[in-house]
Protein backbone atom coordinates (compact mmCIF):
# COMPACT_ATOMS: atom_id res chain seq x y z
CA UNK A 1 0.00 0.00 0.00
CA UNK A 2 1.61 3.27 -1.30
CA UNK A 3 0.97 5.91 1.77
CA UNK A 4 2.91 9.75 1.20
CA UNK A 5 2.36 11.68 4.45
CA UNK A 6 1.80 15.17 3.82
CA UNK A 7 0.60 18.36 5.23
CA UNK A 8 -2.73 20.35 5.35
CA UNK A 9 -3.11 22.99 2.64
CA UNK A 10 -3.24 26.77 3.83
CA UNK A 11 -6.75 26.80 3.13
CA UNK A 12 -7.47 24.90 6.00
CA UNK A 13 -9.38 21.62 3.63
CA UNK A 14 -8.30 18.75 4.44
CA UNK A 15 -9.13 17.43 0.74
CA UNK A 16 -6.47 19.60 -0.53
CA UNK A 17 -2.42 19.32 -0.39
CA UNK A 18 -0.66 22.24 -2.17
CA UNK A 19 2.84 21.11 -4.27
CA UNK A 20 5.93 21.49 -3.31
CA UNK A 21 9.82 21.24 -4.12
CA UNK A 22 9.23 17.69 -3.18
CA UNK A 23 6.60 17.31 -5.99
CA UNK A 24 9.15 18.15 -8.84
CA UNK A 25 12.24 15.98 -7.11
CA UNK A 26 12.35 12.30 -8.69
CA UNK A 27 10.31 10.25 -7.07
CA UNK A 28 11.54 6.92 -5.01
CA UNK A 29 9.88 4.55 -2.69
CA UNK A 30 10.95 1.85 -0.01
CA UNK A 31 9.32 -1.39 -0.40
CA UNK A 32 8.10 -3.21 2.37
CA UNK A 33 7.26 -6.82 2.24
CA UNK A 34 5.51 -8.59 4.50
CA UNK A 35 5.14 -12.72 4.55
CA UNK A 36 1.93 -13.98 3.98
CA UNK A 37 1.53 -17.86 4.57
CA UNK A 38 -1.72 -18.82 3.33
CA UNK A 39 -1.83 -21.21 6.48
CA UNK A 40 -0.10 -18.91 9.17
CA UNK A 41 -0.70 -15.46 8.66
CA UNK A 42 0.64 -12.68 11.38
CA UNK A 43 -1.45 -11.05 13.35
CA UNK A 44 -2.22 -7.64 12.33
CA UNK A 45 -0.45 -5.60 15.43
CA UNK A 46 2.31 -7.87 15.36
CA UNK A 47 2.89 -7.09 11.46
CA UNK A 48 2.17 -3.30 12.08
CA UNK A 49 4.96 -3.14 15.00
CA UNK A 50 7.80 -4.86 12.85
CA UNK A 51 7.19 -2.82 9.57
CA UNK A 52 7.71 0.35 11.88
CA UNK A 53 10.80 -1.80 13.15
CA UNK A 54 11.75 -2.27 9.99
CA UNK A 55 11.68 1.15 8.99
CA UNK A 56 13.90 2.50 12.09
CA UNK A 57 16.54 -0.31 11.47
CA UNK A 58 17.17 0.75 7.72
CA UNK A 59 17.56 4.25 8.84
CA UNK A 60 19.74 3.17 11.42
CA UNK A 61 21.82 1.24 9.24
CA UNK A 62 25.48 1.40 8.31
CA UNK A 63 24.77 1.33 4.64
CA UNK A 64 22.56 4.33 4.90
CA UNK A 65 24.84 6.68 6.17
CA UNK A 66 27.96 8.61 4.83
CA UNK A 67 29.00 6.63 1.61
CA UNK A 68 27.62 3.77 2.43
CA UNK A 69 26.03 1.73 -0.57
CA UNK A 70 22.27 2.67 -0.04
CA UNK A 71 22.66 6.42 1.25
CA UNK A 72 22.16 7.92 -1.94
CA UNK A 73 19.20 6.43 -2.88
CA UNK A 74 18.38 6.99 0.45
CA UNK A 75 19.17 10.62 0.53
CA UNK A 76 17.22 10.51 -2.30
CA UNK A 77 14.10 9.26 -1.22
CA UNK A 78 14.01 11.73 1.70
CA UNK A 79 14.79 14.36 0.10
CA UNK A 80 11.09 14.08 -2.30
CA UNK A 81 7.68 12.76 -0.68
CA UNK A 82 8.80 9.94 1.60
CA UNK A 83 6.76 6.90 -0.40
CA UNK A 84 6.24 3.11 0.98
CA UNK A 85 4.95 0.37 -0.44
CA UNK A 86 3.85 -2.62 1.37
CA UNK A 87 3.47 -5.91 -0.60
CA UNK A 88 2.81 -9.64 0.22
CA UNK A 89 4.35 -12.72 -0.52
CA UNK A 90 4.84 -16.25 0.79
CA UNK A 91 6.62 -19.61 -0.51
CA UNK A 92 8.96 -18.91 -3.28
CA UNK A 93 8.04 -15.33 -3.69
CA UNK A 94 9.02 -14.63 0.14
CA UNK A 95 12.53 -16.65 -1.36
CA UNK A 96 13.08 -14.64 -3.90
CA UNK A 97 12.74 -11.50 -2.14
CA UNK A 98 15.01 -12.63 0.53
CA UNK A 99 17.85 -13.10 -2.10
CA UNK A 100 17.50 -9.13 -2.93
CA UNK A 101 19.60 -6.78 -0.57
CA UNK A 102 17.47 -5.80 2.32
CA UNK A 103 16.81 -6.15 6.47
CA UNK A 104 14.52 -8.74 7.11
CA UNK A 105 13.11 -8.22 10.60
CA UNK A 106 10.92 -10.06 12.45
CA UNK A 107 8.86 -9.76 15.41
CA UNK A 108 6.50 -11.98 17.73
CA UNK A 109 5.85 -14.04 14.61
CA UNK A 110 5.40 -11.54 12.03
CA UNK A 111 8.21 -11.18 9.50
CA UNK A 112 8.67 -7.96 7.23
CA UNK A 113 11.57 -7.20 4.65
CA UNK A 114 12.59 -3.63 3.96
CA UNK A 115 14.62 -2.59 0.79
CA UNK A 116 16.84 0.18 -0.10
CA UNK A 117 14.82 3.00 -1.90
CA UNK A 118 13.81 2.33 -5.99
CA UNK A 119 12.77 4.49 -8.61
CA UNK A 120 8.83 4.79 -8.41
CA UNK A 121 8.56 3.31 -12.01
CA UNK A 122 11.91 0.94 -11.46
CA UNK A 123 11.34 -1.86 -9.20
CA UNK A 124 13.28 -5.46 -9.30
CA UNK A 125 11.54 -7.51 -11.11
CA UNK A 126 10.78 -10.10 -8.26
CA UNK A 127 9.19 -7.11 -5.99
CA UNK A 128 7.31 -5.42 -8.69
CA UNK A 129 5.41 -8.76 -9.33
CA UNK A 130 4.47 -9.20 -5.70
CA UNK A 131 0.36 -8.30 -5.15
CA UNK A 132 -0.51 -4.98 -2.52
CA UNK A 133 -3.83 -5.92 -1.75
CA UNK A 134 -5.26 -8.79 0.25
CA UNK A 135 -3.19 -7.65 3.12
CA UNK A 136 -6.18 -7.74 5.52
CA UNK A 137 -4.72 -9.29 8.82
CA UNK A 138 -6.95 -9.76 12.05
CA UNK A 139 -5.50 -9.89 15.50
CA UNK A 140 -7.13 -13.55 17.34
CA UNK A 141 -7.02 -11.63 20.54
CA UNK A 142 -7.08 -7.83 21.63
CA UNK A 143 -3.60 -6.39 21.84
CA UNK A 144 -2.64 -5.68 25.61
CA UNK A 145 -2.34 -2.01 27.03
CA UNK A 146 0.36 -0.19 25.37
CA UNK A 147 3.54 0.34 28.23
CA UNK A 148 3.43 4.46 28.64
CA UNK A 149 7.40 4.09 29.19
CA UNK A 150 7.63 3.02 26.11
CA UNK A 151 7.09 4.48 22.10
CA UNK A 152 4.11 4.02 21.26
CA UNK A 153 1.94 5.22 17.78
CA UNK A 154 -1.41 5.43 17.95
CA UNK A 155 -3.27 4.77 15.39
CA UNK A 156 -6.49 7.26 14.65
CA UNK A 157 -9.77 5.43 15.79
CA UNK A 158 -12.26 7.11 13.05
CA UNK A 159 -10.21 5.44 10.19
CA UNK A 160 -10.75 1.71 8.80
CA UNK A 161 -7.24 1.30 7.25
CA UNK A 162 -6.11 -1.92 5.48
CA UNK A 163 -3.26 -3.88 7.22
CA UNK A 164 -0.95 -2.70 4.33
CA UNK A 165 -1.96 0.52 4.75
CA UNK A 166 -1.52 0.87 8.24
CA UNK A 167 2.03 -0.74 8.04
CA UNK A 168 2.85 2.10 5.67
CA UNK A 169 1.48 4.84 8.40
CA UNK A 170 2.80 3.00 10.94
CA UNK A 171 6.64 3.18 9.31
CA UNK A 172 5.79 6.86 8.36
CA UNK A 173 5.16 7.56 11.99
CA UNK A 174 8.13 6.00 13.41
CA UNK A 175 10.19 7.83 10.60
CA UNK A 176 8.73 11.25 11.66
CA UNK A 177 9.61 10.16 15.58
CA UNK A 178 12.92 9.08 14.43
CA UNK A 179 13.82 12.90 12.32
CA UNK A 180 12.77 14.34 15.65
CA UNK A 181 15.06 12.29 18.33
CA UNK A 182 18.80 13.69 19.13
CA UNK A 183 21.59 11.37 17.99
CA UNK A 184 21.99 10.32 21.96
CA UNK A 185 18.30 9.34 21.72
CA UNK A 186 18.37 7.66 18.57
CA UNK A 187 21.17 5.61 19.55
CA UNK A 188 19.96 4.60 22.85
CA UNK A 189 16.24 3.73 20.99
CA UNK A 190 18.57 1.51 18.10
CA UNK A 191 20.10 -0.21 20.93
CA UNK A 192 17.32 -1.35 22.91
CA UNK A 193 15.82 -3.35 19.54
CA UNK A 194 13.66 -0.19 18.85
CA UNK A 195 11.10 -1.04 21.58
CA UNK A 196 7.74 0.29 20.25
CA UNK A 197 3.65 -0.54 20.22
CA UNK A 198 0.96 0.18 17.50
CA UNK A 199 -2.52 0.94 19.09
CA UNK A 200 -5.45 2.50 18.05
CA UNK A 201 -6.36 5.69 20.29
CA UNK A 202 -9.26 5.94 22.38
CA UNK A 203 -11.73 8.15 20.22
CA UNK A 204 -11.71 10.53 23.51
CA UNK A 205 -7.71 10.50 23.64
CA UNK A 206 -6.95 11.86 19.81
CA UNK A 207 -7.98 14.87 19.49
CA UNK A 208 -5.38 15.60 22.62
CA UNK A 209 -2.73 13.62 20.52
CA UNK A 210 -3.03 15.36 17.18
CA UNK A 211 -2.65 18.48 19.51
CA UNK A 212 0.18 17.45 21.43
CA UNK A 213 3.01 18.56 19.72
CA UNK A 214 3.98 15.00 19.02
CA UNK A 215 5.07 13.98 15.47
CA UNK A 216 1.69 13.47 13.00
CA UNK A 217 1.06 11.60 10.36
CA UNK A 218 -0.91 13.21 7.23
CA UNK A 219 -2.12 11.12 4.67
CA UNK A 220 -1.92 12.34 0.52
CA UNK A 221 -4.77 10.56 0.17
CA UNK A 222 -3.84 8.34 -2.95
CA UNK A 223 -5.76 5.27 -1.31
CA UNK A 224 -8.25 4.35 0.80
CA UNK A 225 -8.63 8.12 2.90
CA UNK A 226 -9.29 11.64 2.16
CA UNK A 227 -6.16 13.46 1.73
CA UNK A 228 -5.22 15.23 4.78
CA UNK A 229 -6.47 12.60 6.76
CA UNK A 230 -4.31 12.63 10.17
CA UNK A 231 -3.38 8.63 10.61
CA UNK A 232 -0.75 8.47 13.12
CA UNK A 233 0.88 10.43 16.19
CA UNK A 234 4.11 9.60 17.26
CA UNK A 235 4.04 9.30 21.41
CA UNK A 236 7.94 8.88 21.94
CA UNK A 237 8.69 9.69 25.51
CA UNK A 238 11.54 11.44 24.41
CA UNK A 239 9.83 14.03 22.22
CA UNK A 240 6.86 14.36 25.00
CA UNK A 241 6.21 17.85 25.84
CA UNK A 242 5.65 19.04 29.41
CA UNK A 243 2.82 19.30 30.46
CA UNK A 244 1.56 17.00 28.01
CA UNK A 245 -0.40 17.97 25.38
CA UNK A 246 1.22 21.77 25.31
CA UNK A 247 -0.90 22.49 21.92
CA UNK A 248 2.25 23.16 19.94
CA UNK A 249 2.50 22.80 16.80
CA UNK A 250 3.16 19.22 15.06
CA UNK A 251 5.89 17.73 13.25
CA UNK A 252 5.06 16.82 9.86
CA UNK A 253 6.63 15.99 6.38
CA UNK A 254 5.80 17.01 3.48
CA UNK A 255 5.99 13.38 1.13
Do not use: Y
Request: proline share 10%; hydrophobic share 40%.
Amino acid sequence: MSENPTPVSESGSPFRSEPSARDEAPQFVLPLVVRMEKADPPARTDALETAARAVLTILADERSAGEGEWAGAMRDWQDARIRKVVRRARGAEWRRAEALPGITVTGKAAEVRVFPPVPLDGWPKDLARLQVSGTDLDDPQPPVEADPSAPVLWLNPDLGMSAGKAMAQAGHAAQLAWWELSDEERAAWHDAGFPLAVRTADAAHWPGLTGSGLPLVRDAGFTEIAPGSCTVVADHPALRREPHGNGGAAPTRSA
